[in-house]
Each structure stands twice: as C-alpha cells, then as structure tokens.
C-alpha cells in the first residue's frame, strides 16, 4: 500500500465536464479527509473511501474537515490558482500519512491526494494541516 501525491486523474476530466465549482459563494463543499500509511491513493482515486482512513478522535471524524476555499484566481499570465484555508483538527490522537480532497457535494469525487512523506501525529493534541502559499508556483490546485 502506498500514498503518492497527485492531481486525481478522474478530477482533470470533470474539470472540463464543469463538474467541480470553487467559487466560494455557492460553490461544492470540499473535504480532507486523513489516511494512514496502509492506504493506496493516488492518482488513479477516483472518489473518497472510509478504507484506512484514520479513527475518530478528538474533532476528527469519518469523512473529515470541511475546507474554507479561497476563491480561484489568476497569479501569473499563465497560472490559475485555488486554495484553502489551513485546517485543524483539536484534541486529537490521529497518526496520518496522507490525505484527500474531495468534493462532498458531487458523490465524494476525489480532487488530489497529499502525501505527507511520512507518518505525522498527534496525542491529544491539535492535527494540523498546512497549505503551501497560494502562488503560481506552489499553490496546492493550480493549472498551467
């Protein structure tokens, strides 16, 4: 088993069927939801599966966080962009090697898996995720 970050194959078609809407007024609800190292994802995901995703702890539970979105934008004359806002979650014990991105609102259609690189954690404690700076460079979507 193994997570490998990626953009989701599947999202990059529904992207132009208009299936997926970022706008952060009336838009889908995204989610992250965390997995341990015994899942595979990657970018052949097609939607969010409870399979290896970590316990229920603390604010974490099946399914995981909502996402805030930043609405999406132009960052250079060549790169689009959207982000979110960094999520946590509190009083926690979680042990995660990844994530995914889903759209809730559209049958739990995968967007992009995170790999974290190795196992994180917390104990009873707050589980983070961090986003990378909203750039034409390292923006977590971004399209070029």
Known sequence: MAITQAMCNSFKQELL????NFKNSGGDTFKLALFTSSASLDSTTTAYSTSN???NSGTYSAGGGTLTRVDPSLKSTSTATTDFSDISFTS??????GALIYNSSDSNKAVCVLDFGSDKSSSSGTFQVVFPTNDASNAIIRIA
């Open 17 to 20: 069927e208009g299936v997926h």
């Open 53 to 55: 995703e970590v316990g």
């Open 92 to 97: 926690a014990t979680i042990t995660a090697r």
